[in-house]
């Protein structure tokens, strides 16, 4: 993909971006794990920063990108021509069932394997504070779905069992980690994605 055609962030290499990509989904839960076992089929990488700061290294360094910044630019990436309709997942890897104090947070959750699966509709208003808040970014695995977290069968509090865990990995068109200390985000689409 050339870079004029990424709508925003800069682009990677993809092979160079790829094992940064699996050391991320290699802590997460069973989301990350399936969608792990295809991550050949993402072949378009892109840095979710401010292009200055699109020298292809990827690194736990802080480059001093402020929030905002990467924020703005990962927004971007998600509504500017994302598939419509579509939905975000991030795997929250610190809060479980019964935690309190969890409804209080904004955006929706299913329970996957003992662990939360947070939620935005790409053109929600909770779709900026799923991406930045719904995990500790320690690591950061979130998922790029074409379709909404009802049609993909996720339901609010509800458990997912593995067969639909298994269905929304097929289905992910892009997944994004964090990167540069958890400044700034790394997104590895498909080929059909339409960033």
């Known amino acids: 993909m050339s870079e004029s055609s990424h709508r925003a962030g800069a682009p990677l ?3 160079a971006a ?3 990509v699996q050391r991320s989904l290699a802590q997460g839960a069973l989301l990350s794990h399936a969608v792990a076992a295809e991550i050949e089929r993402f072949v378009v990488a892109t840095l979710l920063a401010p292009a200055r700061y699109g020298d292809g290294v990827l690194d736990d360094v802080g480059r001093g990108i402020r929030a905002e910044e990467a924020d703005a ?3 971007a990436y998600l509504t500017t021509g994302g ?3 579509g939905c975000l997942l991030v795997e ?3 809060a479980r069932p ?3 104090g969890l409804g209080d947070h904004p955006g929706h959750y299913s329970v996957v394997d003992g662990r939360i699966l947070r939620w935005a509709d790409l053109d929600g208003e909770q779709l900026s504070w799923t991406l930045r808040a719904g995990s500790s970014r320690f690591p950061l695995n979130a998922f790029v779905l074409p379709v909404s977290a009802s049609r993909a069968g996720l339901m609010p509090g509800a458990e997912v069992g593995d067969a639909v865990v298994d269905a929304i990995a097929r289905q ?3 997944v994004i980690v964090s990167v540069f200390d958890a400044e700034a985000y790394v997104a590895l689409a498909e080929d059909r994605a339409p960033w």
Request: hydrophobic share 45%.
């Open 92 to 94: 929250d890897d610190l």
């Open 172 to 174: 992910v068109v892009a």
């Open 18 to 20: 790829r094992p940064w």
């Open 73 to 75: 630019t990962a927004l």
């Open 98 to 100: 019964g935690d309190p």
């Open 83 to 85: 598939p419509g309709g």
């Open 13 to 15: 290499d993809a092979a």
